[in-house]
């Protein structure tokens, strides 16, 4: 691993293109390929205004699909894209979870009415299950198709199901109305290319990378520094440009620096070769055998 800082690297950062990539959800919808994350954010006062000002900045590049939750900072993180989208609500995707001790068919209606509140807007585009837990996933699943039809949420999905978690799910009455699966994805993890990526592929359900640049830890990765070079780029563009080079995947990394989020956005227009990939594979191989799929 290099400790060298990013900022000192060649850095391809000149906005992206006015078209974003997309990925089409089963519902037909077209969602972009990169969104950005929220978690960490709204827990300082004294970084709340760089929050959004950065979170405004991926909206202006067309960064427009937004991912939060209301376990982040405790609500907090919401409230923060609340103040980012003022004003542009009709621009942006927003994507918010809820937590699974409130997956309840009471629990999901409170849940939300309160994200609702705090994103102050009257809908969510995609609200997803943070993570299986013990109410039973038909219970969450009716609570999502009534807000659905109430117009409080415009989709729902998961996060974090493993393959026989939504072999389970598509099984129940109306289970195959989910519109994705956030999972732990990036180049350092990529166990759900075993099966999960395949079944889901096959399924057109995407998948939402999380942690894309493994929280910052791919930026400072050596390896990826001479891939970086070739492309006039940082490490962090790399991993970010892989991910969002798999079919039917969704890369939301989290930045609240404006200069990572210009990296971001034009990691997007950075074409990856085939030496490319077959160095990246190498230096973190694909899985070849089945592993239980992992969480931050
Ligand atoms: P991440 O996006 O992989 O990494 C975020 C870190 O990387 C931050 O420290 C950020 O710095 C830095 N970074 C971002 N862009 C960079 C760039 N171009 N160059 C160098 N560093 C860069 O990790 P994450 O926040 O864990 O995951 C992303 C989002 O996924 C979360 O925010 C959240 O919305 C979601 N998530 C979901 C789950 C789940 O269970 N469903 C779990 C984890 C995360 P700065 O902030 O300083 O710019």
Redesign the pocket.
Known sequence: MSSKP?SSKPTSSRPTSSKIRTTTLPSGEAVPVLGQ????MGEDRRRRADEVA?LKLGLDLGITLI???EMYAGGGAEEVVAEAIAGRRDETFLVS?VLPTNASWAGVMRACENSLKRLATDRIDLYLL??PGSVPLAETVGAFEALTAAGKIRHWGV??FDTDDMEELVGLASGGNVQTN?V?Y?LSRRGPEFDLAPWSLKRGIPLMA???????AL?RNARLDAIAVRHNA?A??IA?AWVMAQKGVIA??????QE?VR??AAALDIALTPQDFAELDRAFPPPTRKRGLE??
Request: aromatic residues 8%; glycine residues 4%.
């Open positions: 990013t994350g929220t978690w960490k950065a991912d939060t939750a979870k943070h993570w996060s974090n956030q732990l990036n999380y942690s894309p640049v493994e929280q910052g930026a940082t962090a563009q970010l939301i990394p989290k930045a609240s620096r990572h990296q971001n969480m931050i």
